[in-house]
């Protein structure tokens, strides 16, 4: 006690604003629930392991720690046998939501003192009152893991709908009946939605497998603009359960009158049954069919696996595990190693590649929680922040991007940098000239061409068996769908094509024309990351994912894709206009086709010009989006200018410098945001759909960043085995699950969060990330 009282002054009582790290050691993954349990700082509130707490002490001389130890409670006989409660919502670890189904766990805590681990324990009236304040308060507050996940979780909750509160509602006579609903436009009887306006009963949307319904509610709003509808079935006593859309958000909301809004359609909520899952329910419930059991493996009597390699990802390992010691990282961290990316990194590498938390227990293997990793990666970026679900090749190219920013130009310090590569683009008019442009990438993605698909003849008899059974009204079985199954060889092909580039401002011609380009890499990378274009935008920005196979091999040569550069022989266009500088300047001109459809609909004509020429002449729905988004700018009405091109239209820095920590290039980032309304998710798609945008850069411009990198480009031969790849199970990358396969001591093992097993039923042609090693 007296050494303890020696020791006061670094004895810290915490303020609301301390983040206390008592869930998880900030160099490790142990626990409270760890073998040693877990160390907390009394003056900094850092939380270490047993194998870590010394090296805090002999960096920092703070001795005085709460040491907390859970062990867990024996279950009751019933728990085993209590069947677990379906969820109803896509989120983690709140009401509703999926689970962890944990058990109970007793709690114990003491006071250590370093370096000698001198034990005092607590609770206990001999301690000093500064001590007993101190622990009570480190006890009850939030952790700043816990404070980290509800600030994510407030912004994921339904918002009260813009519409709700003075919504229009018909006196049309209309009373809905309580039973016995069917579409007003066809024949359904699931999925059906009664608008809140006029008391229209109409089919949901059609769903990217054919399922679903027709679209009538939605077509219905475009007609009459009747904001609100809510998901019959879904309604019962429980009002805030129901399934209430907004169609002008574009989301499920809360309508706070909603029992007003459905009694003036008769209907008595309080007397209804529940008979349809709700939006998020049906995606759930969606979870569980064929393709996630494939992707997942499961029913398989799979082998689990342990030990070093066996807890997660193997890439990073190289830089942040075998030639990085967690000491070392720690001893060079700033004050506060949580928020420092190299500590988080080292610390995740080791966690994943040490073993230490690949040990079988009842539930298969401990596996670990990069909660701190994910808290310093999305930090600053407001959507991997949030609890939902984002695109895994998003994050992969954040990730990049920010250990890029960490050690900026030490290309030996990049982990990444083996996955980068340089596209060369060849551009050749019909005066016979030609332009090349370079781009550096990390991924190359690839669109899927189905009508390239091997399995034709078996695809129009299950399409025909299909529209017979539509007709009798049944429904195709999981296991009679025919889907396409198209050759990694035809996707390949698809990127290094002939493309014609319509609308091209040739500087040889003075003049549009249409040009034909071509690509291929200028380098090969040592590890070739392959993204399949599943997800794409149907008519009316409604996202289709692609239900289809990919037929990839294990060893894959793309040494003829290798860029030749210039040619003898090959002139190369002029960089500016010739003769008297008086041809058509280097921008687009409105597309007149796209400018009568616009102008049909009834807008101003001058407004359809500056949305085509402010959207690259790319298509009628982003000269729309455009047009929406812009009709109250002042400057709207005045004429346009003729110096003005698409590229300088005024777009969110912020949205700018989202897409460009993406990878994509400024300018071409800036025209996507232009066509798609100021909106990241179709701007990035519009990218990924327009690879001739990226031609509208100088040569010179373009080049001078990737030459400085040359030296450190990785390049070699074009022959490639695949290692891994990532599949994703869900309709859209927004809500779903991914599940990683990974080629490891000569066999492949599913890594499927915590579950880590020999694969048994290898779905390898179910892939949205296909990552290759150069051989």
Known sequence: MDLLRSHLHKVRIPEPTNRIHKDECC?????????????????????????????????????????????????????????????????????????????????????????????????SVDLPEKVRIAVDKVILAESADRKQQLAAWVADKKKVSAFALDLQQ????????????????????????????????LCGRRLWDGSGGNNHAIEHYEQTKYPLAVKLGTITADLEAADVFSYPEDDSVEDPLLAQHLSHFGIDFSSLLKTEMTTAERELDHNTNYDWNRIQESGKDAELLYGPGYTGLINLGNRYFEKQSLKATFANSPADPTLDLNMQMTKLAHGLLSGKYSLPNQEGQEGIRPRMFKTVIAAKHPEFSSMRQQDALDFFLHLIDQVDQADPGKHELNPFTGFKFIIEERLQCPSGKVSYNKRSDYILSLSIPLHEATNKEQLEAFHEKKAAMDLDGKEVSNE????????????????????????????????????????????????????????????????????????????IDISHMR??????????????????????????????DIVSQLASMGFNYLHCQKAAISTS????????????????????????????????????????????????QEDVARKALAASGGNIERATDWIFSHPEASISVPADSSTSNIESDDAHMPDGSGRYKLMAFVSHMGTSTHCGHYVAHVLKDGRWVIFNDSKVAASVDLPKDMGYLYFFQRI
């Open 170 to 201: 018909l006196d049309n006579g209309v009373i809905v009946p309580p039973t016995g609903w069917k579409c007003s436009k066809c024949d359904k009887t699931e999925n059906l939605w009664l608008n809140l306006t006029d008391g229209m009963i």
């Open 563 to 592: 860029s030749k550069g210039m040619q003898p022989g090959e002139e190369l266009l002029p960089e500016g206009a010739s003769g008297d500088n008086k041809g058509e300047p280097a921008y687009p001109v409105a597309s007149e």
């Open 617 to 664: 002449n790319t298509g009628v729905e982003e000269a729309m989006n455009w047009l929406l988004s812009h009709m109250d700018d002042p400057d709207i009405d005045d004429p346009i200018s003729k110096g003005s091109q698409a590229t300088e239209q005024t777009v969110d820095e912020t949205s700018v410098q989202t897409l460009v920590s993406f990878g994509f």
């Open 27 to 123: 160099v490790s993954f142990d626990t409270p629930r760890s073998e040693g349990g877990l160390y907390v700082d009394m003056t900094s509130f850092l939380g270490f392991g047993k194998e870590y707490v010394a090296w805090n002490f002999e960096r920092t001389g703070n001795p005085v720690y709460l040491h907390i130890v859970q062990r867990r409670k024996p279950e009751p006989d019933d728990e085993a046998d209590r069947p677990l409660k379906k969820p109803t919502l896509l989120a983690i670890g709140v009401e509703g939501g999926f689970t962890d189904q944990e058990p109970e766990y007793d709690e114990s805590f003491e006071i250590v003192i370093l370096p000698e681990f001198t034990s005092l324990p607590f609770p």
């Open 480 to 555: 009679e769908i025919v889907r396409p199954r198209v050759p990694l060889e035809a996707c390949l092909a698809s990127f290094s094509g002939a493309e014609e580039v319509p609308d091209f401002y040739s500087t040889a011609l003075n003049s549009k024309t249409t040009a034909i380009k071509t690509a291929g890499f200028k380098t090969f990378p040592d590890y070739l990351v392959l993204q399949m274009r599943k997800f794409v935008m149907e008519a009316g920005w409604v996202p289709k994912k692609l239900d289809v196979y990919i037929d990839v091999p294990d060893i």
